[in-house]
Structures are given as structure tokens and as C-alpha cells.
């Protein structure tokens, strides 16, 4: 299935090491894959007042290179105002048994205007060309949709896309978008008068025919930024759907009620014959068995401050899930060999709201006040906290950026807006648990070219 935000870039030596399809045949299979060389990343300047593309950014990640960390190619988009955010590929293992299929495209929705892109990534893996744009007066025409969020290649060959509303903001007009293999506009993939309360991820399990999506909220409600009493007027989910795969039929809404607030990202185990999965709740912090207790907090717009869960991930070996605390600021391990009862094994703090030097200050059961203390890298203060997080084939690397979206990004990390953001390379030990900083990677999108971004 595809991966998220932060791609990392296996396509030109799986053509040369698969006689089949791409992808690998199972999960276990893809962790003894070749390592990752180049890293694709979304950066954006809608938002932050420059009248400038979002573009799609080039890093090379070889320790051996001369240009090791460093942008090597920048792809900007055709138009101003797209808020690139999620990305996916046209094709990945799920069509690994055909050997027509190619991972060659990546989708890149653009939230705030509806676009889609399709990046050819295989004329030159270092430097990406566009090849086509799907509009979204197409989309809206055909589906009434808009808003793409998430994309995931299908073993058919169609695309499938997740949509948060119709054109007006309005939730209630969100669904799953089609696209045939040459990105052309099929309609949407769930039955009519099924479509969910809410949109934002979604993930889908063949073997137990089983589609689930979970809920962000209204358009016209997270583009002005977040409004906590937006969430009392309803105008965000707590709501998981399930679906039936591939017929597209709404069999049950689960309602998570007030402690599973705003469920973002979902993720099922990666052994397919399992049945459990994990939801991720960003206001309330909670998962399944996880819970990321709020802090109380001084100097902040509440008096508690949640975690914010913006991403999390799963070892392609299921022993490791892995997630980011977008406002306190630490990334987490927890070992899930045994999936109902997870155990903390690495905690590293990358920045956050009340980090040392903040005006926000933590409390503790005693009354005491305290601030994160978050390193530097190569001499660089950390900005923001960390967002979209991907783990390597192997298991050994974490990748982290630190822009959610940029409404969001001005309204709590007014300095990834002035200063840009940065994405780092967190070391992981697989053996026993642990995370660590790497100290020799810091790709900084603040001296970009056209001035700072945010890579998200």
C-alpha cells in the first residue's frame, strides 16, 4: 500500500530486482529490500504569504554521497495556493503479481485546491518531472468532491483517494475519489448514500474484506485553523467506518465518543491474515491500549495540552509501531508483539510547545513547573514538533518533518511560518528497543532557494 507524507524512494532498484510486479511478495520480504538512497518530500509555501508554488523535494539520503542531506532537486507545481500533503504511489505490492504494473508515478493531493498531481519519478528518480494533473473541476463535475487527502494504489490498478468534502467545505459532501491507471476520473469507489460522516485516512484489508476510514473534520472548520468550538459544534469526527471490501458498502459507524476525538491516521498490522489495527486520535491522544496523557500547561490557549497525534507507523515486521506527539513534542517506540498490550521502549523529544526557552511551561503532579529539553542538531534549534514520521525498509531509520498543515503551523509554530521547517533521521535499535537522534542528518527547508518552507 502506499506510504505517506515523507516518501522514501525505492522505485529504481525495485525495477531492476523484481521479475514480477512492483513491491515485494510479502512484508517480511520488503525488510531485506535494498536501502533507501533518495527521500521525496512535500514542501509548501501556501500559507505563509509567499505567492510561491509548493514544490517536491529531492533528498538525497546516501551516507556516501558528496551531496548527502542535501536538496538535490526541486519540482515545483504548476500553481500557487495547492497545500501539497499526503502523497501515495499509482502502483505498489498490492500489484505485485502483475507484471505490467509499475511504481512509477507519485500521487501528491493538494488539500486546500483540490488538484491532484502525478509525478514521473522513473525517467529520473533525482529529478522528478510532472506528468499530468488531474483538475479539480474534473473531480467535482464527475463526483462532486474535493479536498483529497489520502492516496492509495489498488491491486487493480485504480487509484483510490479519500476526500474531506464538496467544494463549499462542507463534510458532508467527503468520499473515496477513483482514478483509472492513466489518473483519469472514474467516479467515486463507495455505493451511493455511503459515504461517511467524516473523511481523512483510510486502509484497506483484502483477505478479511474490510475497508476502515477514519475522520478529521470539516473543511470550512481545520482550513481557519483549529477552534475548539468548532469540535462542540460538530464540525469535527470521532467516527470510524467500516466498509466492505471491494464493494464499497458502509456496514457499521463506530462511534469512539469523547475520548477518541479527531481519529487521523489508521494502520492495520502488515501480516495480512491478521485482523487488528491500530486508529490514532489526535485531540484526545489516545490509540487502542496507547494513551498519551494530556499535560498540564501554563501560558497556552487551555489549560491541558494534548499530544496531538498527527502520524504513527508500524514495523513492516509488526514488533514496532511508532508515533508523533505533533504539540508536546516527543516521538515514541512501542513494542506490539503482543498488539492489546503495548509496552514503551524509545521516547526522544525533537521539540514541542513547551520546550526549554518557551513561554509555555509544563506542570507536574507536585505543582512544579518544567520544560522539554530538546537538543540541537549540528548547531540548529529544533522548530515545531515533529509530524509525518517513515520508517525505512529495514526498520533502522525514522524519518520525521515537522508541518501538519499550514493554518495549524501559524496558529501554534508561528516560527516553521518565519523560519521554515527541517526533517531529521532518528537511528532506531530493533533489538531491544530505543530511539536516538543521528547527529550527522539535518535537512534544514529554512535556506531553501525561494526562502523557508515547511516539509511536511
Same mark, same amino acid.
Given at each position: 500500500?502506499?506510504?505517506?507524507?515523507?516518501?522514501?524512494?525505492?522505485?529504481?532498484?525495485?525495477?531492476?530486482?523484481?521479475?514480477?510486479?512492483?513491491?515485494?511478495?510479502?512484508?517480511?520480504?520488503?525488510?531485506?529490500?535494498?536501502?533507501?538512497?533518495?527521500?521525496?518530500?512535500?514542501?509548501?509555501?501556501?500559507?505563509?504569504?509567499?505567492? $510561491?508554488?509548493?514544490?517536491?523535494?529531492?533528498?538525497?539520503?546516501?551516507?556516501?554521497?558528496? =551531496?548527502?542531506?542535501?536538496?538535490?532537486?526541486?519540482?515545483?507545481?504548476?500553481?500557487?495556493?495547492?497545500?501539497?500533503?499526503?502523497?501515495? *504511489?499509482?502502483?505498489?505490492?498490492?500489484? #505485485?503479481?502483475?507484471?505490467?504494473?509499475?511504481?512509477?508515478?507519485?500521487?501528491?493531493?493538494?488539500?486546500?485546491?483540490?488538484?491532484?498531481?502525478?509525478?514521473?519519478?522513473?525517467?529520473?528518480?533525482?529529478?522528478?518531472?510532472?506528468? $499530468?494533473?488531474?483538475?479539480?473541476?474534473?473531480?467535482?463535475? $464527475?463526483?462532486?468532491?474535493?479536498y483529497p487527502h489520502?492516496?492509495?494504489?489498488?491491486a487493480s490498478g485504480?487509484?483510490?483517494?479519500?476526500?474531506?468534502?464538496?467544494?463549499?467545505?462542507?463534510?458532508?459532501?467527503?468520499?473515496?475519489?477513483?482514478?483509472?491507471?492513466?489518473?483519469?476520473?472514474?467516479?467515486? !469507489?463507495?455505493?451511493?448514500? /455511503?459515504?461517511?460522516?467524516?473523511?481523512?485516512?483510510? !486502509?484497506?484489508?483484502?483477505?478479511?474484506?474490510?475497508?476502515?476510514?477514519?475522520? *478529521?473534520?470539516?473543511?470550512?472548520?481545520? =482550513?481557519? @485553523?483549529?477552534?475548539?468550538? #468548532?469540535? +462542540?459544534?460538530?464540525?469535527?469526527?470521532?467516527? &470510524?467506518?467500516?466498509?466492505? *471490501?471491494?464493494?464499497?458498502?458502509? $456496514?457499521?459507524?463506530?462511534?469512539?465518543?469523547?475520548?477518541?476525538?479527531?481519529?487521523?491516521?489508521? %494502520?492495520?498490522? /502488515?501480516?495480512?491474515?491478521?485482523?487488528?489495527?491500530?486508529?490514532?486520535?489526535?485531540?484526545? +491522544?489516545?490509540?487502542?491500549?496507547?494513551?498519551?496523557?494530556?499535560?498540564?500547561?501554563?501560558? *497556552?490557549?487551555?489549560?491541558?495540552?494534548?499530544?496531538?497525534?498527527?502520524?504513527?507507523?508500524?514495523?513492516?515486521?509488526?514488533?514496532?509501531?511508532?508515533?508523533?506527539?505533533?504539540?508536546?513534542?516527543?516521538? %515514541?517506540?512501542?513494542?506490539?508483539?503482543?498488539?492489546?498490550?503495548?509496552?514503551?521502549?524509545?521516547?526522544? !523529544?525533537?521539540?514541542?510547545?513547551?520546550?526549554?526557552?518557551?513561554?509555555?511551561?509544563?506542570?507536574?503532579?507536585?505543582?512544579?513547573?518544567?520544560?522539554?529539553?530538546?537538543?540541537?542538531?549540528?548547531?540548529?534549534?529544533l522548530r515545531g514538533?515533529?509530524?509525518?514520521?517513515?520508517?525505512?525498509?529495514?526498520?533502522?531509520?525514522?524519518?520525521?518533518?515537522?508541518?501538519?498543515?499550514?493554518? !495549524?503551523?501559524?496558529?501554534?509554530?508561528?516560527?516553521?511560518?518565519?523560519?521554515?521547517?527541517?526533517? &531529521?533521521?532518528?537511528?532506531?535499535?530493533?533489538?531491544?528497543? @530505543?530511539?536516538?537522534?543521528?547527529?550527522?542528518?539535518?535537512?534544514?527547508?529554512?535556506?531553501?532557494?525561494?526562502?523557508?518552507?515547511?516539509?511536511?
Amino acid at each position: 500500500m502506499a506510504t505517506d507524507t515523507v516518501v522514501v524512494e525505492h522505485a529504481k532498484v525495485e525495477n531492476g530486482c523484481c521479475k514480477k510486479g512492483p513491491g515485494y511478495a510479502t512484508p517480511l520480504d520488503a525488510m531485506s529490500g535494498p536501502k533507501e538512497t533518495l527521500i521525496y518530500v512535500t514542501c509548501i509555501y501556501t500559507g505563509t504569504g509567499k505567492e $510561491k508554488p509548493d514544490y517536491l523535494a529531492t533528498i538525497d539520503v546516501d551516507p556516501s554521497s558528496p =551531496t548527502y542531506t542535501k536538496v538535490i532537486h526541486r519540482l515545483p507545481m504548476p500553481y500557487v495556493g495547492d497545500e501539497l500533503h499526503h502523497s501515495g *504511489w499509482n502502483s505498489c505490492s498490492s500489484c #505485485h503479481g502483475d507484471p505490467s504494473a509499475a511504481r512509477r508515478y507519485l500521487v501528491l493531493p493538494s488539500l486546500v485546491s483540490g488538484r491532484i498531481y502525478a509525478i514521473d519519478t522513473q525517467k529520473d528518480p533525482r529529478a522528478p518531472t510532472l506528468h $499530468k494533473v488531474v483538475e479539480p473541476n474534473d473531480i467535482v463535475q $464527475k463526483t462532486g468532491l474535493a479536498y483529497p487527502h489520502t492516496a492509495h494504489c489498488l491491486a487493480s490498478g485504480d487509484i483510490m483517494v479519500s476526500c474531506l468534502g464538496d467544494k463549499d467545505g462542507k463534510a458532508e459532501g467527503n468520499g473515496f475519489l477513483l482514478l483509472d491507471s492513466d489518473f483519469n476520473v472514474k467516479g467515486r !469507489w463507495e455505493k451511493p448514500g /455511503h459515504s461517511p460522516l467524516f473523511g481523512y485516512d483510510f !486502509w484497506y484489508q483484502p483477505r478479511h474484506k474490510t475497508m476502515i476510514s477514519s475522520s *478529521w473534520g470539516a473543511p470550512s472548520a481545520f =482550513t481557519t @485553523g483549529f477552534n475548539l468550538q #468548532h469540535v +462542540s459544534d460538530g464540525l469535527y469526527g470521532r467516527h &470510524l467506518h467500516v466498509y466492505s *471490501w471491494p464493494e464499497g458498502e458502509l $456496514k457499521q459507524t463506530l462511534d469512539l465518543g469523547n475520548t477518541g476525538l479527531i481519529p487521523l491516521e489508521i %494502520r492495520f498490522l /502488515h501480516d495480512p491474515n491478521k485482523d487488528s489495527g491500530y486508529v490514532g486520535c489526535a485531540l484526545t +491522544s489516545n490509540m487502542v491500549s496507547i494513551s498519551v496523557k494530556p499535560v498540564k500547561v501554563q501560558n *497556552w490557549i487551555l489549560p491541558e495540552m494534548p499530544g496531538l497525534i498527527t502520524d504513527f507507523l508500524i514495523s513492516l515486521d509488526d514488533r514496532f509501531l511508532y508515533l508523533a506527539n505533533w504539540l508536546h513534542g516527543d516521538i %515514541r517506540q512501542y513494542n506490539i508483539e503482543d498488539p492489546a498490550n503495548p509496552k514503551l521502549t524509545g521516547q526522544i !523529544w525533537v521539540g514541542g510547545v513547551f520546550r526549554k526557552g518557551s513561554t509555555v511551561s509544563a506542570e507536574a503532579e507536585d505543582g512544579t513547573t518544567y520544560q522539554a529539553d530538546v537538543p540541537e542538531v549540528q548547531g540548529r534549534q529544533l522548530r515545531g514538533g515533529p509530524q509525518m514520521i517513515q520508517l525505512s525498509l529495514d526498520g533502522k531509520r525514522l524519518y520525521a518533518t515537522n508541518s501538519l498543515f499550514s493554518a !495549524w503551523d501559524r496558529q501554534f509554530y508561528p516560527e516553521l511560518v518565519e523560519k521554515g521547517g527541517h526533517m &531529521l533521521q532518528i537511528d532506531v535499535d530493533t533489538e531491544k528497543g @530505543g530511539l536516538a537522534i543521528n547527529p550527522n542528518f539535518f535537512v534544514d527547508f529554512g535556506s531553501e532557494p525561494e526562502g523557508p518552507s515547511h516539509g511536511t
